[in-house]
C-alpha cells in the first residue's frame, strides 16, 4: 500500500469530474481512479434522455477479464438491454450481470441518469482494466491536451503489455500529437496480438491517417 493514501476518504460521486468517453457518447465519472480503489473495479455513468448511460458491450473481449458486473441506479431511470431482453430500471434498481457473456447496454429514459457500475473476475485478483486507462486518456485528448493522454497511456503501458486494445488507443493518441514513429510502433504491437480485429479498426480511423502514406505503415500485407 502507498504510504501517501488516505485511510479513508468521504466525497459526493458530484463531485468526481465526468469525463467524455466513447466518442463523447458516454459521460464517465471514474471512481475507482479518483478514489484509487484496488479491490474491485467501480465507476459511474451519467446521461440525460436519449443518451447511453451504460455502453454495449460484454466482459468476454480482450482485457475484459470475465469480469461479474452489477448495476445500480442510483438517478433517474435507465433502459437496460440484457441479452436483446428489455428492462425498466428507475432509481433503486439493481441489475446483475453474472455471466460475462451477457450482452449489456442501457439508455438514460430521464435527464440526469446516474448508474453505478461495480466489477471484477471472481476467479482472479482484481487488475485495473485497460480501457479505464485510455477513457481517461480521452478524455485529456478531446481538450487538447494530447501530452497528459500520452502520459496517462504510458504510465499503464508495462501493465497491460500485449493487449490489441491498449496499444491501438496509445497509438491513436500518438498520431494525434504528432508522434508517428511511436504511434506505428504501438500499432504494430496492437495488430501482431489480433490482426482481424485491428485491421478492422484501422481501415477507418480518421486518427491513422498520418501513419497511411508510410512506408512502414503496420497493416501493409507482406
Known amino acids: 500500500m502507498r504510504n501517501d493514501r488516505p485511510r479513508f476518504a468521504v466525497m459526493s460521486l458530484d463531485d468526481i469530474e ?4 466513447v466518442d463523447g457518447t458516454l459521460r464517465w465519472k471514474p471512481v475507482r481512479r479518483t ?4 479491490a474491485f473495479g467501480i465507476n459511474a455513468y451519467a446521461a440525460d434522455a436519449g443518451q447511453d448511460v451504460v455502453e ?3 466482459e468476454t473481449g480482450s482485457g475484459a477479464g470475465g469480469h461479474e458486473e452489477l ?3 442510483l438517478r433517474g431511470r435507465a433502459r437496460f438491454s440484457l441479452d436483446g431482453e428489455q428492462h425498466d430500471a428507475p432509481a433503486g434498481t439493481l441489475v446483475f450481470a453474472a455471466d460475462p457473456a ?3 447496454a442501457a439508455r438514460a429514459q430521464e435527464d440526469g441518469t446516474l ?3 461495480v466489477g471484477g473476475d471472481p476467479a482472479a485478483p482484481y487488475r485495473v482494466s485497460p480501457w479505464e486507462h485510455w477513457f481517461f486518456a480521452e478524455g485529456r485528448s478531446r481538450a487538447g491536451d494530447h501530452d497528459a493522454a500520452i502520459a496517462t497511456m504510458a504510465a499503464a503501458r508495462d501493465e497491460h ?3 490489441p486494445a491498449f496499444h491501438y488507443n496509445f497509438a491513436c493518441y500518438l498520431a494525434r500529437a504528432g508522434r508517428l514513429d511511436e504511434a506505428a510502433a504501438e500499432l504494430r504491437g496492437a495488430y501482431e496480438s489480433d490482426r482481424r480485429r485491428i485491421a478492422g479498426w484501422a481501415s477507418e480511423d480518421s486518427d491513422l491517417d498520418p501513419l497511411r502514406e ?3 505503415w503496420p497493416l501493409r500485407s507482406s
Open 115 to 117: 448508474v453505478l457500475a
Open 56 to 58: 454495449a458491450h460484454d
Open 161 to 163: 503489455e500485449g493487449n
Open 214 to 216: 508510410r512506408p512502414d
Open 102 to 104: 451477457v450482452r449489456r
Open 71 to 73: 448495476y445500480l441506479v
Open 18 to 21: 465526468e469525463v467524455p468517453a
Open 35 to 38: 478514489l484509487d480503489v484496488r
